[in-house]
């Protein structure tokens, strides 16, 4: 492993403190992500400046200019407070022809919107459920070809914002009200989609060119209440103690119908290609009773936490999480961006 110099860029409210001794599991959980990899990158011996962001970009200019990373190691989720604008900070450190580690602007672009993705995906012959948009501050006209029972969420947030069992609606009645709730809640267009009944898999891939696609990994409910479905609402992915209650875990799929992995590990390297992923990815979907797969969304720059899916699949695939980190930087610095052809021709 060679020694990085390394600018950890996050954001300036999640910057993790010097230790952790004394601090409260629930305070720790709000900058986990930050301080497993902010930990592990010191441990391993690279040579890491921490960078608190909030709505400008100055500072970041000013610590590559000082301190000349090798990579920045990218923790934003959004920027001034908008999801989007992810994509801007990242194709401003392009500009500046420095190597940041996870995705490109425009994969980041293309999978973070809910809807174009669906629409490359079926252009590629990919089974994502059969969907429909309501835009905010439009009339909903629901057309006849949608079958319930549908699933409503937002078409741009995610981390869950927004769903809950309340998403999975029978009726006409319903659908309207959970798009009104997405618009007027969560202040996002809404996507309605046919609601796949089935397990829910994710599957973590890493790569640039060539692709590595991780373990598939499974989240299951042994103690839902009566009448619930088995989805990934924002309590249970954000509520520790209600997690408890249900009993919710995430670990290695077991006994998945002959071939479905197969299926999957192929399906997930078409999807991170169509969608012109980088860097790593994780991609969610369901699979029904009939073995069919059914891709929910892609997400790049997945939850990179020691304990999170993402390290953990690739754990299980014997690849420890400072390893990890260390390959999710060197496919940073390998990256070739549009720059780098233009230096070459
Ligand atoms: N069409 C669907 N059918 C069944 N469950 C769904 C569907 N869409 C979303 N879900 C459930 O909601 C969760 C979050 O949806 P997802 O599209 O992955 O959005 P997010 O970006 O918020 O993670 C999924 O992990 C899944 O449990
Ligand atoms: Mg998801």
Same mark, same amino acid.
């Given at each position: 492993?060679?020694?990085?110099?390394?600018?950890?860029?996050?954001?300036?409210?999640?910057?993790?403190?010097?230790?952790?001794?004394?601090?409260?599991?629930?305070?720790?959980?709000?900058?986990?992500?930050?301080?497993?990899?902010?930990?592990?990158?010191?441990?391993?011996?690279?040579?890491?400046?921490?960078?608190?962001?909030?709505?400008?970009?100055?500072?970041?200019?000013?610590?590559?200019?000082?301190?000349?990373?090798?990579?920045?190691?990218?923790?934003?989720?959004?920027?001034?407070?908008?999801?989007?604008?992810?994509?801007?900070?990242?194709?401003?450190?392009?500009?500046?022809?420095?190597?940041?580690?996870?995705?490109?602007?425009?994969?980041?672009?293309?999978?973070?919107?809910?809807?174009?993705?669906?629409?490359?995906?079926?252009?590629?012959?990919?089974?994502?459920?059969?969907?429909?948009?309501?835009?905010?501050?439009?009339?909903? @006209?629901?057309?006849? %070809? !949608?079958?319930?029972?549908?699933? &409503?969420?937002?078409?741009?947030?995610? =981390?869950?914002?927004?769903?809950?069992?309340?998403?999975?609606?029978?009726?006409?009645?319903?659908?309207?009200?959970?798009?009104?709730?997405?618009?007027?809640?969560?202040?996002?267009?809404?996507?309605?989609?046919?609601?796949?009944?089935?397990?829910?898999?994710?599957?973590?891939?890493?790569?640039?060119?060539?692709?590595?696609?991780?373990?598939?990994?499974?989240?299951?409910?042994?103690?839902?209440?009566?009448?619930?479905?088995?989805?990934?609402?924002?309590?249970?992915?954000?509520?520790?103690?209600?997690?408890?209650?249900?009993?919710?875990?995430?670990?290695?799929?077991?006994?998945?119908?002959?071939?479905?992995?197969?299926?999957?590990?192929?399906?997930?390297?078409?999807?991170?290609?169509?969608?012109?992923?980088?860097?790593?990815? @994780?991609?969610?979907? %369901? !699979?029904?009773?009939?073995?069919? &797969?059914?891709?929910?969304?892609?997400? =790049?720059?997945?939850?990179?936490?020691?304990?999170?899916?993402?390290?953990?699949?690739?754990?299980?695939?014997?690849?420890?999480?400072?390893?990890?980190?260390?390959?999710?930087?060197?496919?940073?610095?390998?990256?070739?961006?549009?720059?780098?052809?233009?230096?070459?021709?």
């Amino acid at each position: 492993m060679k020694r990085r110099r390394v600018l950890l860029v996050m954001h300036e409210e999640l910057m993790p403190p010097d230790s952790i001794e004394g601090v409260p599991e629930e305070e720790i959980y709000k900058w986990q992500v930050e301080w497993d990899v902010h930990s592990a990158l010191k441990r391993a011996g690279h040579d890491v400046i921490c960078l608190g962001v909030k709505d400008e970009l100055g500072p970041i200019r000013k610590a590559i200019v000082e301190h000349k990373p090798h990579v920045v190691f990218n923790l934003l989720g959004h920027f001034q407070g908008i999801t989007a604008y992810d994509a801007h900070v990242v194709s401003w450190i392009e500009l500046r022809h420095v190597p940041y580690t996870g995705c490109n602007p425009r994969g980041l672009l293309l999978s973070s919107d809910k809807v174009l993705s669906k629409k490359i995906l079926s252009f590629h012959r990919i089974p994502s459920p059969a969907f429909q948009t309501f835009k905010r501050g439009r009339a909903v @006209r629901v057309p006849k %070809r !949608l079958v319930f029972p549908l699933f &409503v969420k937002s078409a741009a947030e995610h =981390a869950s914002i927004g769903i809950a069992q309340a998403s999975i609606v029978q009726t006409e009645n319903a659908l309207r009200e959970r798009v009104a709730f997405i618009h007027d809640t969560v202040g996002t267009d809404a996507l309605a989609e046919h609601y796949i009944e089935g397990r829910e898999l994710y599957v973590a891939v890493m790569g640039n060119q060539r692709l590595k696609v991780f373990p598939i990994w499974e989240m299951t409910f042994d103690n839902l209440p009566k009448g619930a479905a088995p989805i990934a609402t924002s309590q249970v992915k954000w509520n520790v103690a209600y997690q408890k209650k249900i009993g919710v875990n995430t670990g290695l799929a077991k006994d998945l119908p002959e071939g479905v992995e197969n299926r999957i590990c192929r399906l997930a390297k078409r999807i991170y290609r169509a969608l012109g992923l980088s860097g790593y990815a @994780r991609i969610d979907l %369901r !699979l029904d009773a009939n073995g069919q &797969v059914w891709v929910l969304e892609a997400n =790049a720059n997945p939850d990179l936490s020691r304990e999170e899916d993402f390290a953990e699949s690739a754990r299980s695939a014997g690849l420890e999480y400072a390893d990890l980190l260390y390959r999710i930087m060197n496919l940073g610095i390998g990256y070739a961006p549009a720059w780098k052809d233009d230096a070459d021709g």
